[in-house]
């Protein structure tokens, strides 16, 4: 390979791991809002699942690491140091992998997902108590902000413990319904039906929330595609850069 080609080859690597350094912080914060955000649907399975939290902490990691893969790729181009660019390519071979496997258990895996969260939100319902807690004020504000009411239908809200209990007609407060009727519009809590006709939303937010995952499929696969793509580039020109560096030279690597 012609020098020209080398250099050509070796920045290229370059803006290629710079690329990959990118799209792994992006990955560790999408990580990181999974983990703390608490104003989403994100944050009533938080709460209530494991398997989330677990995601999250996977999100984070793969993200560390293809920043620092992407910063090892980058001294290893720079200065063509055999064995950096090697570990390079085997690093993201295996983070392929890993990534090409989440994505098919994931996908093999979803009427069983689907299942535990619609089993997570109906649990939650029934025990809710209006008292502020961080699962119940995002399921409050789901609610109210997406204009649906219950998991499947307000019908849900018949199985709550208080609700069952309670000797007068009572609904949750953000199904209220501003169009209607009834009480003043409260944003947390159980409120007393005082029309005949209960003041909810009719829809489900089940519905609202496969429409609000349909809408951001996109980006988040967007997202994944383009970090296979820079991958698979980074794997290739690494390889060929790796091939053209005749002899290892250690003194090209800066001392700190």
Known sequence: MGKGCITVTKYFLF???????IFGALIMGFGLWVLFDNQSFIAVLQESSDTVKVASYILIGVGSLSMAMGFFGCIGAIYEVRCLLGLYFTCLLLILIAQITAGVLIY???????????????????NYTGQNSTTEQTWDYIQKSMMCCGWTGPGNWSENVLIKNSSQNLYSCSCRNASMPGTDIQDVGLCEQLSTETPVYETGCVISVEKWLQDNCGVILGI?????????????????????VVQEDYTKVPKY
């Open 15 to 21: 803006l290629f791991n710079l690329l990959f350094f």
């Open 108 to 126: 093999f895996q979803r009427d069983r997902l689907k299942y535990e969260i619609s089993s997570i939100i109906k649990d939650m319902i029934i």
């Open 224 to 244: 994944c595609v383009g970090v296979a793509v820079i991958e698979l580039l980074g794997m290739i020109l690494s390889m060929c850069l790796c091939k053209s």
